[in-house]
């Protein structure tokens, strides 16, 4: 079966049954790809900021509603939490800055990782931090995950 | 160590310590104001059955209520017929462009919205947004103007690359709101730009106007001035978060100023896409470091 191919932009999520080839570009955002080993099916979101901050809406933007609902959207799929494993990828510095408040990547790796060990998924690979961005290729039927780095004055803000 | 190594060590820790304190005392504040609005949101949870109630189920009850009414009219009675369907209509509109909100911002915070860029005229998508709200207006007896500055010298100007739908639920959400806010025979501009592919769309209107207190809040969800069961102004407080949340996927911004002296400015960037009409995934340019590695 020839995978359907789709690029992920950011704020947004991908999870199916069907064969998928998900592409998607980042900078400071991280990208959580989730596998479930049993079923052979996979899913992946791409958030820009650690937490909702009560602000618009709810959206996958923000990290901790984009691995909840990555989660939920895997259960509804028909996971099992038990079968899941994750591999984490982003999280570059775009501007250095001595100020932690401003370390975006950093913050955003910290929250995928805390989240998912509070949702007992291991992570199994990850390729986070520097000052490279990254493109990356997520097969949802073998769980692999194919990256390359992109420096980032290549890339567009957007695809922080 | 010299003393003076040691006053410099000691200068030095201490500014970090000063450091740290004033990072803390930031995010400390970032904390409060965001434990305040989860309480908000809470508080928004509980009053939302209550508003879908007044926003969904009224108008499907006035709707049955005017078809009924119809159907039990004497034979030819056609100015009682027209005046009810007139209101069934303006009842259903109101409907379906409210429950359009409801599933975008499903959508949006599912994360399911793509861009779906294509070669959009402006012009005809703006008009054709303002046709669809012509009635309402009218009642008001309220004049929607458009000018479009790119059409004047180009046809072809009036194109631009961006999502036509997205484009569409934004402007129909800043008319409405326009609408809402207008007192009777009151006017609104919808003023359309380009400046080096940027597309600006103003909305301007003589109404109420927004406090600089409001203008923080409004593109919170089910967030709305005057907000209460009673009030005279409609909706779930949607549209502009949607609005917001469209912007932010199509890398756009949002303004509001002072339409001096009355009424308010809601003016929108929009970045024209660089998505390529034909294959958006396809990213020829980018330049590579080292090898491919498999996780």
């Known amino acids: 079966m020839i995978p359907e191919k789709h690029f992920l932009y950011p704020g947004a999520l991908f999870a199916s049954l069907k064969s998928a080839e998900i592409t998607t570009i980042l900078g400071s955002c991280v990208a959580v790809c989730l596998w479930d080993s049993a079923l052979n099916i996979g899913g992946i979101n791409h958030f820009m900021l650690p937490l909702w901050n009560g ?106 | 160590m010299t003393d003076e190594e040691l006053l410099g060590e000691l200068k030095r820790r201490f500014e970090e310590n000063k450091k740290s304190l004033q990072e803390l005392r930031e995010l400390n504040e970032q904390l409060i104001i965001v434990n305040k609005k989860l309480t908000e949101s809470e508080a928004m949870k509980t009053h939302f059955i209550s508003h879908i109630t007044n926003e969904i189920i009224n108008p499907f009850t006035s709707i049955i209520g005017l078809a009924e009414s119809i159907l039990s009219l004497p034979d030819k009675d056609w100015t009682r017929m027209r005046r009810m369907t007139n209101l069934i209509y303006s009842e259903a509109f109101g409907l379906d462009f409210q429950l359009k909100n409801i599933f975008i911002a499903a959508e949006i915070e599912a994360g399911e919205v793509y861009p779906c860029v294509s070669n959009v005229d402006v012009k005809s998508v703006i008009e054709n947004v303002i046709e669809i709200f012509q009635r309402e207006a009218m009642q008001n007896q309220i004049s929607i103007e458009m000018i479009c500055k790119p059409c ?127 294959d958006f995934s396809e990213n020829g340019d980018e330049i590579f470091f080292g090898e491919t590695e498999i996780f």
């Open chain 1, 55 to 160: 602000q618009g809406l709810a959206s996958p933007r923000y990290g901790n509603i984009a691995i909840d609902r990555l989660i939920k959207k895997m259960i509804t799929l028909g996971s099992n939490k038990i079968h899941l494993i994750a591999k984490v990828f982003g999280g570059g510095e775009v501007i250095s800055t001595n100020i932690s408040q401003f370390h975006i990547g950093q913050r955003n790796i910290m929250l995928a990782k805390e989240f998912l060990e509070e949702e007992k998924i291991p992570i199994i690979s990850s390729s986070v931090g520097g000052k490279m961005g990254r493109k990356i290729v997520f097969h949802t039927t073998t769980g692999e995950v194919i990256q390359r780095f992109i420096p980032m004055q290549n890339m567009r803000v957007d695809e922080n």
């Open chain 2, 152 to 278: 004047e010298n180009s046809e072809k100007k009036r194109f631009f690359k961006t999502d036509a739908e997205k484009l569409r639920i934004i402007v129909a959400n800043l008319l409405s709101n326009a609408l809402k806010f207008s007192f009777q025979k009151g006017k609104i501009i919808v003023h359309i730009e380009k400046e080096d592919s940027i597309l600006k769309i103003a909305v301007k209107d003589l109404g109420s106007g927004i406090s600089k207190e409001n203008q923080r809040i409004i593109f919170d969800r089910f967030e709305r001035l005057n907000a209460g069961i009673d009030s005279i102004h409609r909706g779930q407080g949607l549209g502009l978060s949607v609005v917001k949340a469209i912007l932010d996927m199509l890398e756009g911004r949002i303004e509001i100023s002072d339409n001096k002296p009355q009424g308010a400015i809601f003016t929108i960037f929009l970045p024209e896409s660089n998505i390529s009409v034909t």
